[in-house]
Structure formats: C-alpha cells, structure tokens
Antibody
Framework: QVQLVQSGAEVKKPGASVKVSCKPS????????ISWVRQAPGQRPEWMAW????????KFSERFQGRLSVTWDTSANLAHMTLSSLGSEDTAVYYC??????????????WGQGSLVTVSS | EIVMTQSPATLSVSPGERATLSCRAS??????LAWYQQKPGQAPRLLLY???TRAAGVPAKFSGSGSETEFSLTISSLQSEDSAVYFC?????????FGPGTKVEIK
C-alpha cells in the first residue's frame, strides 16, 4: 500500500534552515509528483511546492520563492524540503503529499504523517 | 490567486442529523474542487474530488455538489466519528488553495 513516511520533529532558531524528508513506498515513484504542504497551528493547509520525481522539475508558491528548495534523492528514494531564513511564522506541521492520479498534481490522496517544525529563540 | 471561503466556521449538530457545509471560490474553478476531513493530530484525508466524486473508502454519507464558485458538502446521519474540521480546496488554478475550514461538532 502507498505510504509516505516523514522525518521527525525539529526545533530551530530564527534565521536557521530546516530540512524535512519524506520516504514514499508502495508505488512507482517516477509516476507521481510529490508536493509539500504546511499547516500552521489552527490554520488552513498551505501548498508550498511540488517536485516531479520523474524529471526533477519543480514549481513553487511565490510566498516561498528564494528560500525554499525541494529535491529528490534518486539513490535513497527520498524527497527533501529545505526552508531557510526561518521565522516564528514558519512554525507549522509540514506534510509531503501525493496526488490521486498518475500524471496529475492534485488533489492529494496520500499524505505523510507530518513533521512539526518549531521556530523559537 | 483564488480566495476560498467557507461557512459556517463552526457547526454543532446532534447525532443522526445532517450537516451542510458551504465553500465559495472567488473565481470560477469549474468542478476542480476537493473536500478533506482533518481530525486532531492527523493529516487531512481526501473525501471528495471533482466536486462530488467520493475517494476510495469514503462512505456514501458524504456527498458533494456545486460548480464554478459555489460548492457544498453534505454529511448525513452524523456520528461522533464525523467530528472534525472540513476543508475545501480548489485545484483549477495555481496555486491550489484551501478554505479556512468548517469545524463540525457533535452535540
């Protein structure tokens, strides 16, 4: 069965960077992009970016342009999301997600369990 | 960017009753609208897509309707396990956006 397993919680200081990992299983990775979605406490989810695992193409929300990186490690079959210049407003649960259909980007059928990132001095 | 709104913010319903949740898009999203259910400490769960198509394993008590800018999610015969926050999401335009959610409480 399809699973997305994420790395654990992180506590970071303002100005630092955080890297969250997502390990998918149960399907052909190159057939589906992986998106990153975050959710601040009590807020709606917010789409951040996706990466096309097959060719490495990426697309980002303008809100994160310049401080967000998403990659796919082919040797380890791992997706990574790195967010830099962290501020308190980046405290959130970060999810990786996979769409429903091959060849589509949305909606999100499968989600990781979430990785809590806390930014605090 | 398309702005999604939802109403009401909170809905309190007695067991066995029906709940109707609304979602509005600031622009025409055709039928590219999904609904998710989220319980505390869990990731969102896809309920419906293309406005009214149930995702795998979703019971028939969840139904959706609407197109363009006005959508609704109906949950029939509410039970305690339906207590959750429900989000709509448009995926017709980039970036895909979620509504603020409706919290459904069981009296």
């Amino acid at each position: 069965q399809v699973q997305l397993v994420q790395s654990g919680a992180e506590v970071k200081k303002p100005g630092a960077s955080v890297k969250v990992s997502c390990k998918p299983s149960g399907y052909t990775f190159s057939d589906f992009p992986i998106s990153w979605v975050r959710q601040a406490p009590g807020q709606r989810p917010e789409w951040m970016a996706w990466i096309d695992v097959g060719n490495g193409n990426t697309k980002f929300s303008e809100r994160f342009q310049g401080r967000l990186s998403v990659t796919w490690d082919t040797s380890a079959n791992l997706a990574h999301m790195t967010l830099s210049s962290l501020g308190s407003e980046d405290t959130a649960v970060y999810y990786c997600a996979r769409p429903l259909y091959r060849g589509s980007y949305l909606p999100f059928q499968y989600w990781g369990q979430g990785s809590l990132v806390t930014v605090s001095s | 960017e398309i702005v999604m709104t939802q109403s009401p913010a909170t809905l309190s319903v007695s067991p066995g009753e029906r709940a109707t949740l609304s979602c509005r898009a600031s622009q025409n999203v055709r039928s590219n609208l999904a609904w998710y259910q989220q319980k505390p400490g869990q990731a969102p769960r896809l309920l419906l897509y293309i406005s009214s198509t149930r995702a795998a394993g979703v019971p028939a008590k969840f139904s959706g309707s609407g197109s363009e800018t006005e959508f609704s999610l109906t949950i029939s015969s509410l039970q305690s396990e339906d207590s959750a926050v429900y989000f709509c999401q448009q995926y017709n335009n980039w970036p895909p956006g979620f509504g603020p959610g409706t919290k459904v409480e069981i009296k």
